[in-house]
């Protein structure tokens, strides 16, 4: 007898979840058990909502706040060492100091994102232990240093941010909502569907069941490549 067959749709990232969904309710229609119907509907209903959801997260928004903090940081640090360039040139003891903190942290643009936020966190924590007077010059740089450490600080939540939307563990409570709403009317219909299947036989609609679990079959081993390459 066939039948539709078990899958754990919470274990998929959010995109993930949505294709499945639409792709596994256009099989569905072909489907045509007049009780079925209503439950199509409102399964097609809940994906539209979710993808509307989805749509409202925008990972762009993400990546351009990364940029621009990514940017105020190089920027901070570039100007913090030009600044000291020029204390240094007037024999002063902050330029020193200044420097020998800063010549620490000069492969900042070798390391990795996680290395190169760890290692700025520690480049201002160093700075920030250094006095700064009320000099007009050393004013500039104790800004800086506080435009180093809250760029840092930014960009480290929006990249985390972004990961997580990625990896799909959670975007906003609408995402969630939407998706556990449509999971579930998912686990309705298949409950039907394998019921209406021993009920009636399966011989009208076994390519649409085979169709369907080639897509459960095909989207299990995408979830497993993608978890791979995430955790890689």
């Known amino acids: 007898m066939k039948r539709i067959s078990n899958f754990y749709v919470r274990g998929m990232s959010q995109q993930q979840a949505f294709h499945f969904f639409k792709r596994t309710h256009n099989l569905m229609e ?3 058990d007049a009780k079925l119907q209503p439950k199509l509907r409102n399964f097609l209903d809940a994906i539209t909502t979710f ?4 749509k409202s997260v925008s990972n762009g928004q993400l990546a351009e706040k990364i940029s621009l903090e ?4 190089n920027s901070a640090f570039e100007f913090i060492r030009e600044q000291t360039e020029l204390l240094l040139a007037e024999n002063s003891e902050l330029g020193k100091k200044i420097s020998s903190v800063l010549s620490e942290f000069m492969e900042l643009p070798q390391k990795t994102d996680e290395e190169k936020t760890e ?7 160093e700075l920030e ?3 700064i007077s ?11 240093i506080s435009l180093l450490k809250r760029s840092n600080w930014a960009y480290n ?8 939307e990625l990896t799909g563990k959670c975007l906003t409570y609408e995402t969630l909502a939407t998706r556990r709403r449509t999971e579930d009317i998912y686990a309705e219909i298949v409950e039907f569907i394998n019921a209406m299947l021993i009920y009636n036989g ?3 609609y076994i390519d649409i069941i085979d169709q369907i679990n080639h897509v459960i079959d095909q989207t299990y081993m995408e979830r497993l490549e993608f978890n791979q390459a995430v955790y890689a």
């Open 70 to 73: 990514n940017n105020n940081r």
């Open 129 to 131: 232990r250094i006095h």
């Open 51 to 54: 993808d509307v959801a989805l």
């Open 157 to 164: 939540q929006y990249l985390k941010a972004q990961k997580i």
């Open 202 to 204: 399966d011989e009208e």
């Open 30 to 32: 072909k489907i045509s």
């Open 134 to 144: 009320d000099e007009s010059s050393e004013i500039k740089i104790s800004d800086s």
């Open 119 to 125: 290692l700025i966190r520690s480049l201002v924590g």
